[in-house]
């Protein structure tokens, strides 16, 4: 049985590993916040691995559903840990370590599951069929956890990228850009369901996931 492209056993591993995913990076960048002076998302129970506080009705259930439908890479985001910049130590240098946060740990987990990939096919240490299991749940897990920062390092607020780029801007200019936010769920939305966005960013992603795992995808 298959949904979109995908059978039924996928959607049933690409799903929990989707919502691992932007779980932790979600918890990255309010740790890292917590680290820096903002204490906003501890105290308001968001550090934690419980999937309940980082649910979002869109990022987390529609929009995967969509993509597993319609044949598009698996994505979707999480709630957003609440971030008072003001309350960091240095707001204008803090802020690009807390927003880098979240992405660097997508890239941790997608590093780690292509060393495992690498293990399973250079070492005979287990049968054929569990090894080809644990690769493809890998390789899953790679895919996922590059497309996650690719994407969120765009520079089009409210992504990542945006907070980074704004940290490095003059504090005038850094407004009127942050000012885009109230449009960019939108933009965001046009360019995904366009392939506009994938179309830029498909290649970048795909890139690394074959450098790092020897396996295309996108």
């Keep these: ?51 309940i506080p980082h649910i979002d009705l869109f990022g987390t259930i529609i929009l995967p559903g969509l993509s597993l439908i319609t044949g598009a890479p698996v994505f979707g985001w999480a709630k957003p840990v609440p971030v008072n910049t003001y309350r960091l130590n240095n707001p204008s240098r803090d802020i690009i370590w807390v927003s880098l ?30 090894a080809i299991s644990i690769h493809e749940l890998m390789r899953m897990v790679l895919v996922i956890n590059v497309i996650l920062p690719v994407f969120n390092l765009f520079p089009l607020p409210p992504l990542d990228g945006s907070r980074v780029l704004a940290g490095f801007l003059p504090s005038g200019l850094a407004y009127r850009y942050a000012m885009l936010e109230q449009y ?17 960013l498909g290649p970048i992603a795909n890139f690394i996931i074959f450098h790092l795992g020897g396996t295309a995808y996108i």
């Design 1 to 51: 049985m298959q949904i979109g492209r995908y059978p039924v056993i996928n959607i049933l591993v690409q799903l929990p590993v989707l919502l691992f995913s932007v779980i932790i990076h979600e918890v990255a960048h309010g740790w890292t916040a917590d680290k820096f002076g903002d204490d906003t998302a501890r105290v308001m129970g968001r550090l934690t691995l419980n999937p």
């Design 101 to 130: 946060a979240g992405p660097a740990s997508n890239i941790a987990l997608a590093a780690g599951a292509a060393f495992i990939m690498w293990i399973v096919r250079s070492y005979d240490i287990m049968g054929a069929s569990m």
């Design 184 to 200: 960019g769920f939108f933009i965001i939305i046009i360019l995904l369901s366009s392939g506009i966005l994938w179309g830029i």
